[in-house]
C-alpha cells in the first residue's frame, strides 16, 4: 500500500513503484508537532499520524505544513496547518461543482467562493505515503473553495481529478484529538482563512432568534398596553386673575387607582409668540411625597421672507413615572407673561408609552449588530490574503 | 428551525434578552419610563406641615 | 468454470468447489496455485500482499436489499493507488463487484461493456464524457496497472493483464464506469454505484482494533 516513503536515518524520499527510480533529498528537514506513529480521535475516528509533509506554493513562496493520516475502514486524510491554524482534510466522492465555472457554488447548503488557487511543491517530507507526494503535488494544480469553517479541494492534474472537503478544527480539539499539549503547537497568528467568527452558531441563527425576540417584545408591549387604563383623572383650566397671593394654585384632590403607574400632565397654553412657566408639585396626600418638576413652553411664529415660521409648541407634557396609587393634588406655581393670562392641564394615569419598548429592541439588536459589524471586518481580513476577495 | 447546540452557543444572548424581558415588563406593571421620564425631585413632607387637606408648597 | 464442481489443485491435489459458472479463476486455499478450466499459466499472478484492506473472503454485506457474501478478489496495484475487486455472490448466485480502495467503495455489476477507440480516447481525468444516451460522467482519474494478484474466486474479469490503464469516471448521481483502456483498442468498462460501509451493513470483516 505504500508507494513512497523517507528513509529515518538520512531523510532521503524514494518510490516503491517501477515508474520513478530517481530519489528526492531535501535540503532542510522541518519540525513536526505530531509525530509518525501518533493515534488521534477526530469525529469518532482514530487516525494514525502516517506522514508528515511541508509544502511551498510555487508563485508566492509561502509553506504550510500536512500531516497524512490513515485508518484502514475510511482510508486517508489530512491535517493542514498554516500559521498556527488547522484543517483537517478527507478525499470526498462527489464533484461538488459539478461543470460550473463560476468562483462561487452552493454545495451540502454552504455557498463555497474561491479563495486561492496554487502550484506547490514538496520541500519536506517525513514518514510514508501512499502515492508519490512529491511527483503529485508538483503536477497538480489546486482549487481552493471555502465557506468557513469548511473548505473544498480541487486538485487536478492530467491523470486525476480529487475533490477534498475539510473542516477548521481547533488547537484545543486537535490536542485532545492526539492528546498532545496545545503549547506544542505553532504558535496561532491572524486569523485562519477557514477559521469562523463564531464556532457555536451561523448569522441565519442569530438573526432569526433576534427576531424572534423582538416580536416577542412587540408582543408583550402590545399585550400590556392593552391593560393600560389611559384615564383622565383631572383637568382643569387656571386664569392669573384667579391666582392666590400665595401665587399658587392648588388644584382639587384626585385619585390614582391601583398600584404604581405612570402619570402624565399635559399643559396648554394659548400662546402667541410668546413663553409660559410654571413649577408643579404633585403631593401624595396620604404620605406627604412630594414629585417638583417645571414646565417651560414657548410658542413663536411670523411671516418672512415670504415665508411662514412658527417654533416651539403651546404644549408641554411631563410624564412621572412610579407614582403609587392614593390621593393626590398638584400645587402649581405659574409665571405669565404680559400677554397670556392661562393655561390649562390635563392629568392622565396609565398611560401607554412605547420608549421602553424601542430601547429594549435597541438593545436586542445591538449585540447581533455588532456582531455582523465585527464578523464583515473579520472577513475582510480573512479575505485580503487571497486574490479573489469578494470584498474588492 | 435552529439547530439545538447552535441555540447553546446563542445562550449568553438569549439569557441576556430574557432579563431585559423581564425588566421591561416589570417596568411596564409599575409605570416606569426609562427614559422619556420628566426630571422630577422628590421630596418627603411631614404632616405637621399640612393644613387640613392640603399641603402647602413654598 | 461450472458451478459446485470441484476442481482438484494441479499442485496439492485439494479438491476447490467453484460457487458460480461466471467464475474464471479460484485460488487454492492451501498453496494458493490459480486452478481454471483454461491453461492456468496463461494467469501469472504476483502474491497477494498485505495491505490495510478490512473486507476478507467470507464478509457479508447488503446491497440494493440483497445479501452478498464475498467470494475472492483481483487487486490490482496501480500507480499511485490500488483496487481490491472483490468478487461477491448475491443469494441469488449472481457474481457482482465490490470494488475497495483507501476507504472508497463501489458496486458493480460484472457485465462488461465496450467503447470504440474514438470514444476511449477522449477519456481523461477532468473531462465529461457521454456514455450513450444517458449517462454523462467525468473523468476521475487514469492510473496505470503495475502488478496483478489473485484470492479466491475470481470473476468474470475481462482483462486479467497488467499494463493497462485504469479510468473511474462518475457522474454526480453516484454511477461509476470502470475503464481498462489499452493504447489504439477499444476499452471495456464496468458499471455501478459509489456506495459507502454504512449502506453495505458489512459482517464479518477485519476488526482492527488499534484504531478502535
Known amino acids: 500500500m505504500t508507494l513512497a516513503m523517507t528513509c529515518p536515518n538520512c531523510h532521503i524520499y524514494y518510490r516503491r513503484g517501477n515508474w520513478n527510480k530517481d530519489i528526492t533529498k531535501f535540503e532542510n528537514t522541518y519540525p513536526q508537532a505530531l509525530p509518525l506513529g501518533a493515534k488521534g480521535k477526530i469525529d469518532g475516528t482514530v487516525y494514525e499520524v502516517m506522514g508528515f509533509l511541508v509544502k511551498k506554493e510555487k508563485r508566492y513562496k509561502y509553506t504550510w505544513r500536512e500531516y497524512m493520516l490513515f485508518n484502514p475502514y475510511l482510508g486517508y486524510a489530512f491535517l493542514s496547518e498554516y500559521d498556527g491554524h488547522w484543517n483537517f482534510i478527507w478525499p470526498i466522492e462527489d464533484n461538488p461543482k459539478e461543470h460550473r465555472v463560476d468562483n462561487s457554488f452552493v454545495y451540502e447548503h454552504e455557498t463555497y467562493q474561491l479563495f486561492q488557487k496554487y502550484n506547490a511543491e514538496v520541500i519536506y517530507a517525513n514518514g510514508e505515503f501512499f502515492f508519490d507526494v512529491v511527483d503529485l503535488t508538483d503536477s497538480t494544480l489546486t482549487e481552493e473553495y471555502i465557506a468557513p469553517p469548511f473548505l473544498l479541494g480541487r486538485e487536478v492534474n492530467e491523470d486525476s481529478l480529487l475533490w477534498f472537503k475539510g473542516e477548521y478544527i481547533t488547537e484545543k480539539e486537535l490536542s485532545e484529538a492526539f492528546d498532545i499539549p496545545a503549547k506544542n503547537f505553532p504558535q496561532k497568528r491572524g486569523l485562519g482563512y477557514t477559521e469562523p467568527v463564531s464556532t457555536s452558531f451561523s448569522d441565519q441563527s442569530l438573526i432569526i432568534v433576534g427576531i424572534l425576540l423582538c416580536l416577542f417584545v412587540i408582543l408583550s408591549q402590545l399585550f400590556l398596553s392593552s391593560f393600560d387604563k389611559n384615564t383622565v383623572v383631572y383637568q382643569d383650566t387656571f386664569s392669573a386673575d384667579k391666582l392666590t397671593s400665595q401665587k399658587v394654585f392648588i388644584t382639587p384632590s384626585f385619585t390614582l387607582e391601583g398600584s404604581s403607574k405612570n402619570l402624565d400632565i399635559e399643559t396648554y397654553a394659548p400662546l402667541s409668540n410668546d413663553w409660559f412657566y410654571a413649577e408643579f408639585t404633585l403631593i401624595n396626600e396620604d404620605d406627604g411625597t412630594e414629585y417638583n418638576f417645571t414646565k417651560e413652553i414657548e410658542y413663536y411664529s411670523g411671516y418672512e421672507g415670504g415665508e411662514s415660521w412658527s417654533e416651539g409648541s403651546m404644549f408641554g407634557e411631563a410624564l412621572l413615572s412610579k407614582i403609587p396609587g392614593g390621593h393626590y393634588h398638584i400645587n402649581i406655581y405659574p409665571e405669565f407673561s404680559t400677554l397670556n393670562h392661562e393655561f390649562s392641564i390635563k392629568v392622565t394615569r396609565d398611560l401607554p408609552t412605547y420608549t421602553n419598548m424601542w430601547v429594549v429592541i435597541l438593545c436586542i439588536i445591538i449585540y447581533p449588530a455588532v456582531y455582523l459589524v465585527h464578523k464583515r471586518y473579520r472577513e475582510q481580513a480573512r479575505w485580503s490574503e487571497s486574490d479573489y476577495s469578494p470584498y474588492d | 428551525m435552529i439547530p439545538t447546540d447552535e441555540l447553546k452557543g446563542l445562550r449568553y444572548y438569549i439569557i441576556s434578552a430574557i432579563l431585559l424581558l423581564s425588566l421591561f415588563i416589570y417596568s411596564d406593571i409599575i409605570g416606569w419610563n426609562w427614559f422619556n421620564d420628566t426630571s422630577t425631585e422628590q421630596t418627603r413632607m411631614h404632616r405637621v406641615h399640612s393644613n387640613g387637606r392640603y399641603f402647602y408648597h413654598k | 468454470m461450472i458451478r459446485n464442481q470441484l476442481y482438484s489443485c494441479p499442485s496439492c491435489q485439494l ?9 474464471i479463476l479460484l485460488t487454492c486455499r492451501h498453496c494458493g496455485t490459480v486452478i481454471s478450466d483454461n491453461n492456468a499459466k496463461k494467469y501469472s499472478p504476483a502474491p497477494v500482499p498485505e495491505d490495510w484492506s478490512f473486507i476478507q473472503i467470507g464478509t457479508k454485506g447488503i446491497f440494493n436489499n440483497k445479501d452478498f457474501v464475498v467470494i475472492g478478489r ?18 441469488d448466485n449472481q457474481l457482482g463487484w465490490l470494488i475497495e480502495s483507501m476507504g472508497s467503495l463501489a458496486i458493480f455489476e460484472t457485465k462488461t461493456y465496450s467503447l470504440s477507440v474514438e470514444h476511449t480516447s477522449k477519456l481523461k481525468a477532468n473531462v465529461v464524457i457521454k456514455i450513450g444516451k444517458d449517462i454523462k460522467v467525468t473523468g476521475e482519474y487514469v492510473e496505470k496497472c503495475e502488478t496483478l494478484s489473485y484470492e479466491g474466486e475470481v470473476g468474470p474479469w475481462k482483462d486479467l493483464s497488467t499494463g493497462f490503464f485504469m479510468i473511474q469516471a462518475s457522474s454526480n448521481n453516484g454511477t461509476v464506469l470502470m ?28 476488526e482492527w482494533n488499534e484504531w478502535k
Open chain 3, 15 to 23: 479438491s476447490c468447489i467453484a460457487r458460480s459458472d461466471e467464475t
Open chain 3, 74 to 91: 483481483i487487486r490490482f496495484q496501480l500507480r499511485n493507488d490500488y483496487k481490491n475487486c472483490w468478487t461477491i455472490i448475491y443469494n
Open chain 3, 179 to 206: 475503464f481498462t483502456v489499452r493504447p489504439q483498442q477499444d476499452s471495456l468498462y464496468i458499471v455501478g454505484k459509489k456506495t459507502d460501509l454504512q449502506q453495505l451493513k458489512l459482517e464479518n470483516s477485519i
